[in-house]
């Protein structure tokens, strides 16, 4: 069995401040973990996937995120928010070759 | 490479119609796609595993006489609704797996908006 789960249904950030999206997962084996962004009316776009390898992940458009199996997070950080980061995320887990479990989603709201 | 289309992007039916929204893989070949529903301001669910040559593969509660998945080819799946009503108003979200190595990614495509009036 596997979920996850976003602790905020909303972040507000200024343009320019630290972004920190928290996700925690649970598996029963090794999990891959992603994180997709989607905007309004649009499909997903991967940002970025752990497999496995580093523990450190670094994604597209500056953001990254750390895989820390004590503390079965995944959390989505990124240093410097932008007006048009504003959008949907999302963090998936897969164990195996299972289907993918979707969390709830964290709408990031970015100010001027 | 890895992209994913769906045709219609949008849709609007009266209610008692049916509806077919068609997924391609473009650029690969696809033996699993996975069809999801998203409500607004809400995650995606996973409605179905579509299996190529096969029948497809259902989550609890989807009902599949209602939602027929036909996976006829490497590179397309389609989802139709049938007899819609309004209650099956919906974001239909498709995916397509891809499989390089041991690796299986999946790859979405961007939506298709469902209005049953």
């Known amino acids: 069995a596997q979920s996850v789960t976003q602790l905020d249904s909303h972040v507000s950030v200024s343009e320019g401040t630290p972004v920190l999206l928290r996700c925690n997962y649970s598996?029963?084996?090794?999990?891959?973990l992603f994180w997709y962004v989607q905007h309004p009316n649009k499909g997903l776009q991967l940002l970025l996937k752990?497999?496995?390898?580093?523990?450190l992940v670094k994604g597209i458009n500056g953001f990254e995120a750390e895989f820390k199996k004590s503390e079965t997070s995944f959390h989505l950080t990124k240093p410097s928010a932008h007006m048009s980061d504003a959008a949907e995320y999302f963090c998936?887990?897969?164990?195996?070759?299972?289907?993918?479990?979707f969390g709830k989603g964290t709408m990031l709201l970015v100010s001027p | 490479g890895a992209v994913v289309s769906q045709h219609p992007s949008w849709v609007i039916c009266k209610s008692g119609t049916s509806v077919k929204i068609e997924c391609r893989s473009l650029d690969f070949q696809a033996t699993t796609m996975f069809w999801y529903r998203q409500f607004p301001k809400q995650s995606l669910m996973l409605m179905a595993t579509?299996?190529?040559?096969?029948?497809?593969?259902?989550e609890q509660g989807v009902e599949k006489d209602k939602f027929l998945i036909n996976h006829a080819s490497l590179t397309l799946s389609t989802l139709t609704v049938t007899s819609a009503h309004p209650e099956d108003s919906s974001f239909y979200i498709c995916?397509?797996?891809?499989?390089?190595?041991?690796?299986?990614?999946?790859?979405f495509g961007p939506g298709t908006r469902l209005t049953v009036l």
């Open positions: 598996s029963s084996y090794s999990p891959s």
């Open positions: 579509s299996n190529e040559g096969s029948k497809a593969t259902y």
């Open positions: 752990y497999t496995s390898a580093a523990t």
């Open positions: 995916s397509a797996s891809r499989t390089s190595g041991s690796t299986h990614e999946q790859f």
């Open positions: 998936v887990v897969q164990s195996g070759y299972s289907t993918l479990t």
